[in-house]
Nanobody, 123 residues
Framework: QVQLVESGGGLVQAGGSLRLSCAAS????????MGWYRQAPGKQRELVAS???????NPQDSVKGRFTISADIAKNTVYLQMNSLKPEDTAVYYC?????????????????WGQGTQVTVSS
C-alpha cells in the first residue's frame, strides 16, 4: 500500500506565495517520477509540473518562472514553490507519483494520487 499526503494549500492574495509538500509512504520500492496536477472547477485536471528522480523537470508553460518543483528523494517528498500567484491558479492541487511497490514488484510502476489540497488566490 502506498499513500501520498499533501500539505500547504490555502488562501492567498494575488502576487503572494505558497509552498505545497507531498510525502509518499508505504511499501515503496522505487519512485520514477513525482509531480503536481491541478483541477479548477469545470475544467479537466492538468499537469502543473513534474520531476524525475534524475532531477529533470517539466513545468507547464503558464507556470514557468513562477512555480518551482523540487524533490527530496531520500524523504520521498516533492515540493511545489508557487510565487507570483494569480487568480487563475485557483484550483485543487493533486500530488502524483509513479511508483513500483511491494505489491507490483520492481519493474511494474503504478500511478498514485494524493487527496488534493485547495489553493485559492484572491484578486
Amino acid at each position: 500500500q502506498v499513500q501520498l499526503v499533501e500539505s500547504g494549500g490555502g488562501l492567498v492574495q494575488a502576487g503572494g506565495s505558497l509552498r505545497l509538500s507531498c510525502a509518499a509512504s508505504g511499501s515503496i520500492l522505487r519512485i520514477n517520477a513525482m509531480g503536481w496536477y491541478r483541477q479548477a472547477p469545470g475544467k479537466q485536471r492538468e499537469l502543473v509540473a513534474s520531476i524525475t528522480t534524475g532531477g529533470r523537470t517539466n513545468p507547464q508553460d503558464s507556470v514557468k518562472g513562477r512555480f518551482t518543483i523540487s524533490a527530496d528523494i531520500a524523504k520521498n517528498t516533492v515540493y511545489l514553490q508557487m510565487n507570483s500567484l494569480k487568480p487563475e491558479d485557483t484550483a485543487v492541487y493533486y500530488c502524483n507519483a509513479v511508483i513500483s511497490s511491494a505489491s507490483t514488484g520492481w519493474d511494474l510502476y503504478s500511478d498514485y494520487w494524493g487527496q488534493g489540497t485547495q489553493v485559492t488566490v484572491s484578486s
